[in-house]
């Protein structure tokens, strides 16, 4: 079993739908990252949690540490939007998860 | 502030050579990780380095070997170049292990 897990692998969205991708972990961690990559292989940290909740702009993520789930919401999803979002675990080493491409539709 | 600089952005080499990557970290952060993306795939860890010193290494070879400088930057050696060692190499910097990462652009390298 994969030791970090994500869903959907694929999505495509109309522009200003509500986005979720969730990331599920099967390890104890000190962290969870949500990093986003372009096309041609830029990465930006989204967000870095270790409980609760954070909001960036259209962006939330949450984080459940006894259900070892997050997710990362977009809110008003807009094609910029459009790239692979990625979950990483932080514990004795950083695993990434497989990422969700999402494609924003205008 | 500069943030994660990288060189060189593109390196085409071939089989059975030797390759040098450099990752320069934001300023005031002590911890440097490297990671191997192969194309189509999620990054892997190779190597965290925090004062210096190794704090981690993923299931990679030996020919993968790293080390820190005393201005924080780092040098990612590959030797023996395989065609698999073929993707894009990305660093990132921390202020330390727990903290968030600040990812460079990369460097894509190209072994024919």
């Known amino acids: 079993k994969n030791e970090v897990e994500q869903s959907p692998q694929n999505l495509t969205a109309q522009e200003g739908e509500f986005i979720t991708i969730n990331c599920s972990y099967s390890v104890g961690i000190s962290a969870l990252h949500w990093l986003q990559q372009h096309p041609g292989g830029g990465i930006v940290s989204l967000f870095m949690?270790?409980?609760g909740k954070k909001k960036h702009g259209r962006l939330i993520a949450t984080i459940n540490i006894q259900e070892k789930h997050s997710s990362l919401h977009i809110t008003a999803s807009h094609p910029r939007d459009s790239a692979v979002y990625i979950c990483a675990l932080d514990y004795d080493k950083v695993i990434f998860g497989p990422g969700t491409s999402l494609s924003v539709i205008p | 502030d500069a943030g994660v600089t990288q060189s060189p952005t593109h390196l085409i080499k071939t089989r059975g050579q030797h390759v040098t990557l450099r990752c320069s970290p934001i300023s005031g952060h002590k911890s440097v990780s490297w990671y191997q993306q192969v194309l189509g795939q999620g990054p892997q860890f190779i190597f965290q380095?925090?004062?210096?010193?190794?704090?981690g290494r993923g299931n990679f070879p030996d020919r993968f070997s790293a080390r820190q400088f005393p201005n924080y930057s780092s040098e990612l050696n590959v030797n023996a170049l395989l065609l698999g060692d073929s993707a894009l190499y990305l660093c990132?910097?921390?202020?330390?292990?727990?903290?968030?990462?600040?990812f460079g652009p990369g460097t894509r390298l190209t072994v024919t």
């Open positions: 949690l270790s409980s």
């Open positions: 990132a910097s921390s202020s330390d292990r727990g903290y968030e990462q600040y």
């Open positions: 380095y925090y004062e210096k010193e190794e704090r």
